[in-house]
């Protein structure tokens, strides 16, 4: 195991069967870090290159973080655990399709290097939830502001009674 180089040479890495980690920070990931709130926590990267049935470039990697986002319900924070994995098969045609059983995503006619980074972002994207919430029934900001609203009216009951 060795740090991952910035840049993703597809060919060359996956011919040499190369296997990278590396602990990354959310902030050295522009895209996430607008989304997390806890941009020094640790994201742990592991990526394994191989070629498939001899033609097709693979790339099988895992990824651990912990992600603090606003809650769609109550609008706190909450932390979710994410660890995204996944077997990407890099085609060339449409018919080197069949050289990769079903556990294969596949990308079609990709960069021969594209940018790490990039790379990593768009495998967490797809993987922080579109509406995060608690796991337990956290009360609604909605009936929150509810409630709210009816502590205004607090006051005049306060003034009746006083009038009675
Ligand atoms: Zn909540």
Do not use: M, W, Y
């Given at each position: 195991m060795q740090g991952i180089p910035d840049i993703i040479?597809?060919?060359?890495?996956?011919?040499?069967?190369?296997?990278?980690?590396?602990?990354y920070q959310v902030k050295d990931f522009p895209r996430i870090k607008k989304l997390l709130s806890n941009i020094d926590d640790k994201v742990k990267v592991e990526l394994s290159f191989y070629i498939k049935?001899?033609?097709?470039?693979?790339?099988?990697?895992?990824?651990?973080?912990?992600?603090?986002?606003?809650?769609?319900?109550?609008?706190?924070?909450?932390?979710?655990?994410?660890s995204p994995s996944f077997k990407l098969g890099f085609l060339k045609n449409e018919q080197q399709k069949e050289k990769l059983d079903s556990?294969?995503?596949?990308?079609?006619?990709?960069?021969?290097?594209?940018?790490?980074?990039?790379?990593?972002?768009?495998?967490?994207?797809i993987s922080i939830p579109m509406s995060p919430m608690h796991p337990y029934k956290c009360q609604s900001y909605q009936d929150k502001e509810w409630i709210n609203s009816q502590d205004k009216y607090h006051p005049f009951a306060t003034l009746k009674q006083l009038k009675d």
């Open positions: 040479k597809l060919f060359s890495f996956a011919k040499k069967g190369l296997n990278f980690s590396h602990t049935n001899n033609v097709v470039p693979c790339i099988k990697g895992s990824i651990q973080l912990s992600a603090i986002v606003d809650c769609q319900r109550c609008l706190n924070e909450v932390n979710i655990h994410l556990s294969f995503e596949t990308i079609l006619n990709a960069d021969k290097a594209f940018s790490t980074i990039e790379f990593i972002t768009d495998e967490l994207l």
